[in-house]
């Protein structure tokens, strides 16, 4: 019987072409040969690249119109610097004119300037266990909704939090003048708008058991800065209201950067002249004018744009493509230099 290995020899490893690292290997030779021609390579990819998607993206068209203060909307401008104001009804109407057709689909987004929906603890202000139904926290919201959990009467606050206590509550109503005076509605679909997890899975209203809505929250106040209960947002489909709201739905993602823009609605093109997208003319956007800019220092535009495979008109990419190809191309000429002294 053969006596187990011990001392220095029971820590050797085996004699094998793995543990001994003999195993055949290549190493390539980097030398000016080889590694020039794949900086240049590289370069004139980024450069198609970025050339090609410059070029796809300015195939993309896009209208933004400012109204914060502009024109008849400088009176609801200053109407909405003072609070006890906020239950008064102000509109104006903004007119624009559209040089060249915007063919196929046309999305229609109102946006906010100077608003930090990424800042942690308006992001942490929500419930989300209240918005997927929970009947125990519409009763009691989560303490992260606070100062907004309660109002002062005590009553929980349904949807709770700084974030729907925000909400965006500009209402739009676009109009096709064409060629004359007469006002032609331009139908929008006001149905999904939000993402198709969020409408059917991260919100849902508390179970009915035969309750009309009202009646489910009971007992629950709205956020402070809303005109009305989350039972009753303004919506076309009675059906898709509450916590499935789908205008509360587009609000609540937060975005990642100050300056961004949310759908609002999508053209339906089912009937002329708008089948085809949206003809050329003057048009009118009748904006009842609700939210505030003035504390933040903020923006609000009406934005109209078209969409294609790469999504809007982001020039991001590209201009990052362009960038890198110059970087590589300058440091291939200058290794090119170094390399024939």
């Known amino acids: 019987m053969a006596k187990a290995k011990s001392g220095p020899l029971a820590r050797r490893p085996d004699n094998s072409a793995f543990k001994q690292q003999r195993l055949p290997a290549w ?3 980097l030398t000016a040969n080889t590694v020039l ?37 400088a009176h609801c401008h200053d109407l909405r610097k003072n609070v006890s104001n906020a239950a008064l009804i102000c509109t104006c109407k903004l007119y624009f004119h559209v040089d060249r057709p915007l063919k196929g689909d046309v999305f229609f987004y109102y946006g906010l300037q100077n608003f930090h929906q990424n800042l942690r603890r308006y992001m942490d202000s929500r419930d989300d266990a209240q918005m997927v139904g929970r009947k125990t926290n519409l009763k009691k919201p989560s303490s992260y909704c606070k100062p907004f959990a309660t109002n002062d009467k005590g009553l929980p606050i349904a949807p709770c939090g700084a974030v729907a206590n925000s909400i965006f509550n500009d209402s739009f109503k676009f109009q096709y003048l064409g060629s004359g005076s007469s006002d032609e509605p331009v139908p929008l679909w006001r149905k999904g708008i939000s993402w198709y997890t969020d409408k059917n ?54 975005a990642a950067f100050p300056n ?35 504390y933040f220092r903020g923006r609000k535009q009406v934005v109209l744009t078209t969409l294609n495979w790469f999504g809007g008109p982001n020039k991001f990419l590209p201009i990052a493509y362009l960038i890198t190809s110059c970087l590589v191309l300058l440091a291939a000429i200058g290794l090119t230099v170094v390399c024939k002294e």
Not at 45 to 72: F, H, K, N, P
Not at 205 to 225: C, I, K, R, W
């Open 201 to 254: 899975i991260k919100y849902r209203n508390p179970q009915m058991d035969n309750l009309s809505l009202a009646e489910v929250f009971h007992g629950t106040a709205p956020p402070p800065y809303w005109h009305r209960p989350v039972y009753e947002l303004q919506t076309h489909d009675a059906i898709n209201n509450g916590f499935i709201n789908e205008d509360l739905i587009v609000w609540m993602r937060e």
């Open 260 to 294: 961004f823009k949310k759908l609002y609605g999508i053209l339906q093109r089912t009937n002329k002249p708008f089948e085809s997208g949206l003809p050329k003319g003057n048009y009118s956007v009748e904006i009842t004018y609700n939210f505030p800019v003035q």
């Open 37 to 73: 021609p794949f900086f240049y390579f590289m370069a004139v990819i980024c450069l198609l690249l970025g050339i090609w998607l410059l070029l796809t993206v300015q195939s993309v068209q896009e209208i933004r119109m400012d109204y914060t203060d502009s024109g008849a909307c």
């Open 27 to 29: 190493s390539p030779m």
